[in-house]
């Protein structure tokens, strides 16, 4: 299974802006496969944010991040990032990356805290 390592998250004032990123790594992995990046808020269900396919040519967001968001990868460095400008407090929330869909596994890592807040 991949373990998956993200960082990035803050405690940022609305309007400012974050680059997320994920790590992954798995002897043998080609990250060769759609990955996503999720989110929960305390209270609320997990999320998916934004999705981008294996190459990186094609992308998807949630409505309610459209236009602010923009998901990216770097597959020698097996790498995803999202980049987050324009934000708001509805943003706050464990940010995680994994595949999409995700695995039967369910495995997850530990998540990066993104705190909108004036």
């Known amino acids: 299974q991949v373990q998956l390592v993200e960082s990035g998250g803050a405690l940022v004032q609305p309007g400012g802006s974050l680059r997320l990123s994920c790590a992954a790594s798995?002897?043998?992995?080609?990250?060769?496969?759609?990955m996503g990046w999720y989110r929960q808020a305390p209270g609320k269900q997990r999320e998916l944010v934004a999705t981008i396919s294996s190459g990186g040519s094609s992308t998807t967001y949630a409505d309610s991040v459209k236009g602010r968001f923009t998901i990216s990868r770097d597959n020698p460095k097996k790498t995803l990032y999202l980049q987050m400008n324009s934000l708001k407090p509805e943003d706050t929330a464990v940010y995680y990356c994994n595949t999409v869909p995700t695995p039967p596994s369910n495995y997850w890592g530990q998540g990066t805290q993104v705190t909108v807040s004036s």
């Open positions: 798995a002897s043998g992995f080609s990250f060769h496969t759609r």
